[in-house]
């Protein structure tokens, strides 16, 4: 999977950022200013893939031509369905009697094409009949309208795997981002639920520093830990944007989330999301460093932990040991599932744009079955 992959790539990053540093007796104003700002950019990251949409590949009137040309040699019970009466129209209308003969039979999708195709070629004097002469007499006819039949299952097919959204396990990829992208930003338990885009947001004296910036609770969501590193003190941490922002009695203020989030700068995504995420992870693991005994922290920890009114980081201890690393932080597993999904994403459209071009190719083969003569085997002689 991508974040084990990527795990391999913060090696690097975190050999430089595990040694023990000197704690600092008097913190300065603008202490937290980078790790502020690293959070920043997985909240701005998190944020952008909560809302973004991943499109389908540009359209094809390839497959819309190809019912064009199947209408024009289609039966004349299948023309007459299509046409339907004042009160037997439409695909509803038909369901129950065409899945009788074929019961996985769905056109509910393409039965408005189909409808389209039909006033495209029902009048000798309409644009298709005009710039398509038929190639075959109406001896041929039975033999072309196999042909075409057969190409347009084959398109309609295509069709519909060019018009299905990208997926992982079951479920729609944008889906799953959205959600992942949500619980990054504001915690999958519910505390903190986004509501709307926003995060329920903190009031006092409910939340603390114990009951949301230890050990325990670390790691949920950007957004707190956010809040977490700039509660101090003093209100001056954090610095970038979050200066103005007043701790009061060195814990946790109502509307924390969104002073905090909201001071973060604001810049545009202007690479792949994969990417994105990649940088912005790396960016606050070599934020990382040690306190006490085997303790990791983004921040300024007075002491050993990040509870305590002096305190002013996030404490990430629980999640590095002999079998756990960064990327075992909860809202780092789901920025990290995000990039891969989005790889799967970009893979599957890549399928699709290929798919594109084979209906693309079939709507030259149907033309082609339309305006040539097709070729007879010649029948044995007696």
Request: glycine share 4%.
């Amino acid at each position: 999977m991508y974040h084990k992959m990527y795990n391999n790539f913060l090696v690097a990053a975190f050999v430089t950022t595990i040694a023990p540093m000197p704690q600092e007796t008097a913190a300065s104003k603008g202490a937290n200013a980078q790790e502020y700002l690293a959070l920043c950019g997985a909240w701005r990251i998190a944020k952008q893939a909560a809302s973004m949409e991943l499109p389908l590949p540009t359209t094809t009137d390839a497959y819309a031509d190809i019912l064009d040309f199947s209408m024009s040699v289609a039966s004349d019970g299948w023309k007459a369905l299509i046409d339907g009466t004042p009160t037997k129209k439409g695909w509803e209308k038909h369901k129950q009697e065409l899945q009788m003969a074929v019961p996985s039979l769905n056109l509910e999708a393409t039965w408005p094409m189909w409808e389209t195709a039909r006033v495209n070629t029902k009048d000798q004097k309409t644009i298709f009949n005009t710039e398509h002469k038929r190639g075959f007499t109406d001896a041929d006819a039975d033999l072309v309208r196999e042909e075409i039949n057969a190409t347009t299952t084959i398109a309609t097919e295509l069709h519909k795997r060019l018009a299905a959204q990208p997926e992982a396990n079951g479920a729609p990829i944008k889906h799953k981002i959205k959600t992942l992208a949500a619980e990054a930003k504001c915690g999958a338990d519910g505390k903190f639920a986004d509501t709307a885009g926003a995060c329920k947001d903190t009031t006092n004296p409910d939340d603390t520093k114990a009951s949301n910036c230890g050990a325990t609770r670390a790691g949920q969501s950007i957004a707190i830990d956010i809040v977490c590193l700039c509660t101090a003190p003093s209100h001056d941490k954090c610095l970038s944007g979050a200066s103005d922002y007043s701790t009061g009695v060195n814990d946790i203020q109502t509307s924390a989330i969104d002073a905090l989030t909201k001071a973060c700068p604001n810049t545009s995504q202007k690479l792949e999301l994969d990417t994105e995420i990649e940088r912005a992870l790396t960016t606050v693991s070599e934020q990382i460093h040690n306190v006490a005994a085997n303790g990791r922290v983004i921040g300024t920890a007075a002491g050993s932990s990040c509870t305590e009114h002096g305190d002013y980081c996030v404490d990430y201890s629980n999640y590095f040991s002999s079998t756990k690393d960064f990327h075992d932080i909860p809202w780092v597993t789901k920025l990290l599932e995000i990039a891969d999904l989005y790889c799967q994403y970009k893979k599957q459209i890549e399928i699709k744009e290929t798919t594109k071009r084979q209906i693309e190719t079939l709507r030259d083969d149907v033309k082609r079955q339309y305006t040539i003569r097709p070729h007879r085997q010649p029948t044995a002689s007696a």
